[in-house]
């Protein structure tokens, strides 16, 4: 690990050098200038959430390590390093870790490159066993698989996990080190009953199990299911997501054969917000070329008063669905682009999903629709959930969706709310220029330094 005068000379450098020309531009709060007290230069590795920047800037807002001293700074660049750097869930104390270049969370504590037959070493499970074992011809669909090669699927799986999944403790900042291609491909930061985090500037790719389940019971042909989100909050409060991109580059759905005639889905979420998380703000992301992006509330029966998330200025590209799918909480979306052109074999089903009385206020959004999809589709719901929008575009023209949806379905949106978003900084009345400038601002990369 650097030394503590190192670390604080490469602070010094590591400055967000905000343009007076993007200001002016009213590229908005999280773009570039990310502090309710921006100056002409700040750090960004001590960054917080400025004032009023949606849910997770309410209260005490979020502020993750700002606070860490020398000896809880890291610069990591290997698996074990972030390990290391992230610690005992338990130790509360403000870190700060950045993250330099590409860390592979399939690697051992050497370095040392694993492959999924790496995981199912020793535990006795085989796909070609497991195949046979739960043929649906033979073992029916009524009940979920049990039996020796489920057990031998759950422990290669745990052991998988094991080392994938990264624990993050409360009042933590991740950052990407701008200019090296930050990020983590087939991991999982598990942010779980911890509150005040920030994860900044990475690319997160290809988070893959190695072991989905087989479950004949979900829907009419059953399906596979796999284990890890790329960022997943479960009962987290007050986190911040902000300038990352995520994609299933590396492996996509395409490369996915078939069992049982149901694809063998090897990814689930993106960034996945569940277990009564709450006061959350994703903003400048980019999500791309995925199937299950984005799930606010793991359940219907999610209890109320928690899963309030704002999502603005966010990029959608080659998203199938969940973007995001809603339950319960109170979901402002702001001045995001969706484009649903089909892409790397990504087909759209529907963008905003408002289910289990959600109250969802989609406000000032951009979608790029081809003339294959009708603007029906871009809206789902159980018949109970709301979306209240305004200014709306779709290819340019103000759209009302929750009325074009509804005109072709039973189960119908609502097209009012239970409450008013306050906390909007950064909020474009404008929004037809919004595909251009989210193609420059959003996602891992852009932020730089000095």
Request: charged share 20%.
């Amino acid at each position: 690990m650097a030394s503590a005068s190192h670390r604080r000379s490469l602070r010094k450098r590591r400055v967000l050098v905000v343009s007076a020309a993007v200001v002016a531009a009213g590229v908005g709060a999280g773009a570039l200038v990310l502090s309710a007290n921006a100056t002409s230069a700040v750090d960004l590795y001590h960054q917080t959430l400025a004032a009023k920047d949606g849910w997770a800037s309410s209260g005490s807002g979020t502020t993750g390590g700002a606070k860490a001293d020398a000896a809880h700074t890291f610069t990591v660049t290997t698996r074990a390093q972030l390990v290391k750097a992230l610690g005992s869930v338990s130790d509360t104390a403000p870190r700060i870790i950045e993250v330099k270049g590409t860390i592979d969370a399939n690697t051992d504590d050497s370095g040392k490159k694993l492959t999924c037959a790496d995981y199912a070493a020793g535990t006795g499970y085989s796909l070609t066993a497991y195949l046979k074992a739960f043929d649906p011809s033979a073992y029916g669909r009524a009940k979920l698989p049990s039996g020796t090669q489920e057990s031998a699927r759950a422990a290669a799986q745990k052991k998988q996990a094991a080392n994938i999944v990264f624990k993050v403790p409360a009042n933590t900042t991740i950052v990407g080190v701008p200019g090296t291609k930050a990020g983590i491909t087939g991991g999982m930061l598990q942010i779980q009953k911890v509150g005040n985090v920030i994860v900044r500037n990475l690319t997160f790719a290809d988070t893959e199990d190695c072991f989905p389940q087989w479950d004949p019971t979900d829907g009419d042909d059953g399906n596979w299911n796999s284990e890890y989100d790329s960022v997943t909050l479960r009962g987290a409060t007050h986190v911040w997501a902000d300038h990352n991109t995520f994609t299933d580059a590396g492996h996509l759905d395409s490369a996915n054969p078939k069992y049982y005639g149901r694809e063998y889905q090897v990814h689930d979420g993106e960034l996945d917000i569940t277990k009564s998380s709450d006061l959350v703000t994703v903003e400048h992301n980019q999500f791309t070329s995925h199937d299950k992006t984005m799930l606010i509330g793991s359940s219907d029966s999610e209890p109320g008063g928690k899963l309030r998330v704002t999502l603005h200025h966010n990029l959608w590209k080659g998203v199938v669905q969940r973007a995001p799918l809603t339950r319960v909480g109170q979901v402002h979306l702001y001045n995001n682009v969706y484009d649903v052109t089909p892409f790397n074999g990504y087909n759209l089903q529907y963008s905003i999903n408002s289910r289990a009385r959600a109250q969802v206020v989609a406000q000032n959004n951009y979608w790029t629709v081809p003339g294959s999809i009708k603007l029906s589709k871009l809206l789902s719901g159980d018949g109970t959930g709301s979306v209240a929008g305004t200014g709306n575009l779709v290819n340019g023209t103000t759209t009302d969706l929750v009325a074009a949806y509804n005109a072709a379905n039973s189960k119908k949106i609502k097209p009012t709310v239970n409450w008013t978003p306050t906390l909007t900084a950064g909020l474009e009345s404008s929004t037809k220029n919004l595909p251009t400038e989210l193609a420059k601002t959003a996602g891992a990369g852009v932020l730089t330094a000095s």
